[in-house]
């Protein structure tokens, strides 16, 4: 697909409606995975673990999808990860035993590994260099709305079936997602001149080739991964360390995810026209400064303001991480480049909340959420330093 015949509505269903849908499945999922294994006597502490199993498999699948993409194609490998996603939530359903649910668990991270990197591959392939932006704030957008979308309708269900309603409602639109990607064409890739013939080099040859841009804005969303996943924890836990009930809670909970989806788009319109630096900086920014500022909320009202910051600060970085991992890689190699890209980004997320957590235990809630925003403060100067100042794109930065 040549940059001048690029119309969105070729891609609208194809790249974006299978990830509203698998934005569903784990939004319908992800709150009652702990819940499923108190069901099945697991202790508080065991059920925290197997929820997060998902994040973990997610993490170490990351350069196993890169070879499993870039060998099968981005289609097939959606319609595999489709396929197993549905294989792993019947193994939950199935289960009577913490251990298989933790394997379903388990799975489930895997094959979102698989599918989030084939899209990303996919949508880097369609989409033109002047709106890649664009394109993968709108994907992170129709993430984060499936996420919104899935726990009303897993309620729903959950209200005549029990917690296994979460489940089939996450198997519903799994099923969808798979059958979408298999009826609908492969669209063929922008030509770029020699990336066919040029040799794919190996993983470790690209991790060592490309570890300047690894080590530098590789490290910024190591960081903003880390305070994203970190801020899901914080709100609540200082929610209820300020005396807010879980109603209260999970309204302004709400009201942040809104702002979240509501300037993706302007996100990505703004790092096409203006250069990726204009969002990744304000993202880095707010997000640290209402986490810093967190501890320092008392009553519901600031502690509002501050949520909604955070919510704005996350919600105009969607898809900054994905738009810099396309930008840096190389054309021979993009899938092996981006399963490191994603491991990375990953490790900051999975790490984000445990450093929360060690440093509430060794010191206090208030220190271990503003160490978290300190975060912040770093990856901002990481970016200001390694990217353009214009509307060059991070390639440049290697």
Request: aromatic share 8%; hydrophobic share 55%.
């Amino acid at each position: 697909m040549t940059e001048t015949s690029f119309r969105w509505s070729q891609i609208i269903i194809p790249a974006f409606g299978p990830s509203l849908l698998f934005g569903i499945a784990n939004g319908a999922i992800l709150p009652v995975i702990a819940l499923s294994a108190i069901a099945l006597g697991a202790s508080h502490a065991m059920s925290g673990v197997i929820a997060a199993l998902i994040g973990f498999g997610s993490l170490v699948c990351n350069i196993p999808a890169a070879m499993i993409t870039a060998r099968f194609g981005e289609r097939r490998s959606l319609i595999g990860a489709s396929a197993v996603s549905v294989l792993a939530l019947s193994l939950c359903i199935l289960a009577k035993h913490p251990a298989l649910l933790a394997l379903g668990v388990l799975l489930m991270g895997m094959a979102t590994s698989v599918f989030y990197l084939a899209r990303q591959t996919f949508l880097m392939e369609v989409a033109p260099v002047h709106m890649r932006a664009r394109a993968f704030s709108t994907l992170g957008g129709t993430q984060r709305i499936g996420m919104f979308i899935g726990p009303f309708g897993a309620a729903g269900l959950m209200h005549f079936v029990g917690l296994d309603g979460a489940y089939l409602v996450a198997i519903a639109a799994l099923v969808t997602a798979g059958a979408l990607a298999f009826a609908l064409p492969e669209l063929q890739p922008r030509a770029e001149s020699g990336a066919a013939d040029a040799p794919r080099p190996r993983m470790a040859a690209i991790a060592v080739e490309h570890k300047r841009v690894f080590m530098t804005l590789g490290l910024g969303c190591l960081l903003i991964g880390a305070m994203r996943a970190s801020r899901q924890v914080a709100i609540p836990l200082w929610a209820d360390a300020i005396g807010l009930s879980p109603t209260a809670t999970a309204i302004i909970f709400g009201c942040v995810s809104s702002i979240d989806m509501l300037v993706f788009y302007p996100a990505g319109k703004i790092m096409d026209h203006f250069g990726r630096l204009w969002v990744a900086l304000p993202c880095s920014l707010m997000l640290a400064a209402s986490l810093l500022a967190l501890p320092l909320t008392a009553t519901m009202a600031p502690f509002v303001a501050v949520c909604l910051l955070m919510g704005l600060g996350n919600g105009i970085g969607s898809g900054i991480v994905m738009t810099l991992g396309a930008d840096a890689a190389p054309a021979n190699a993009r899938t092996e480049f981006l399963g490191i890209w994603r491991l990375i980004a990953d490790m900051g997320t999975s790490a984000g909340p445990f450093v929360l957590a060690g440093l509430t235990a060794l010191i206090s809630l208030a220190a271990g959420i503003a160490a978290t925003g300190a975060f912040g403060l770093v990856s901002a100067y990481i970016f200001w330093r390694a990217m353009p100042h214009g509307t060059q794109h991070a390639h440049t930065a290697d």
